[in-house]
Structures are given as C-alpha cells and as structure tokens.
C-alpha cells in the first residue's frame, strides 16, 4: 500500500521558518515529486516540484523563500520554508508520481499538514 506522510506543519509568526517532510513507503519508483497547498475557501495551488533529476519549480509567491529537496535513496521530500508571511497559511500537501509494487503507475498525496503563519 502507498502511502505519503508529511510532517513538519505548525504555528509560527510572520519571518519565520518551518520545514515541511515527507515520506514515501510502498512505491517501488517515484518520477516527479511535489508541495501543493490550500487555504480555506480557496483552490489547491501549486507550490515546488521536484523532478527525477532534480529540476525544481517554484510558484512565484514563494521564489527565493522556499527550497524544495528529495532524498531518493530514502524517498523523502523536504519544504525549507522562510520569510513565512500570513498568506502562506495553507495545508501544505505532497503529491508523488511513481509507481507500485505492480508497477502501476499513479498518483498519489499526502493527508495534508496544516501550516499557520501569524502576523
């Protein structure tokens, strides 16, 4: 079974760091990997993506205050997230491309973790 765990969410005032983690189990490869987030009332935006090679994008809104890394030998994904701001307040999501154990390709996310940035 597949599964994303991310943790790392907290409270933190505004100027400050939170570094979000994420952990792979059950996916046998992963393609490209990536930090989506929600905030009430709104759609799920895109924030970082990693490829397989490790060629990132970022959201404009976060250039130059967050650093998306992988770790594929141990399938982890970190979000070193500074400068936060209030509108950085979201759930913070990952989304994985791989496959499983079947060789099935799909993907998946996380359960989410909630990340409150106060002014």
């Known amino acids: 079974q597949v599964q994303l765990v991310e943790s790392g969410g907290g409270l933190v005032q505004a100027g400050g760091s939170l570094r979000l983690s994420c952990a792979a189990s059950?996916?046998?490869?992963?393609?490209?990997m990536g930090w989506y987030r929600q905030a009430p009332g709104k759609q799920r935006e895109l924030v970082a993506t990693?490829?397989?090679?490790?060629?990132?994008n970022y959201a404009d809104s976060v250039k130059g205050r967050f650093t998306i890394s992988r770790d594929d030998a141990k399938k982890t994904m970190d979000l070193q997230m500074n400068s936060l701001k209030p509108e950085d307040t979201a759930v913070y999501y990952c989304?994985?491309?791989?496959?499983?154990?079947?060789?099935?390709?799909?993907?998946?996310w996380g359960q989410g973790t909630q990340v409150t940035v106060s002014s």
């Open positions: 989304n994985a491309d791989g496959r499983d154990a079947r060789f099935i390709r799909r993907n998946y």
């Open positions: 059950g996916i046998i490869f992963i393609n490209d």
């Open positions: 990693i490829t397989k090679d490790h060629s990132t």
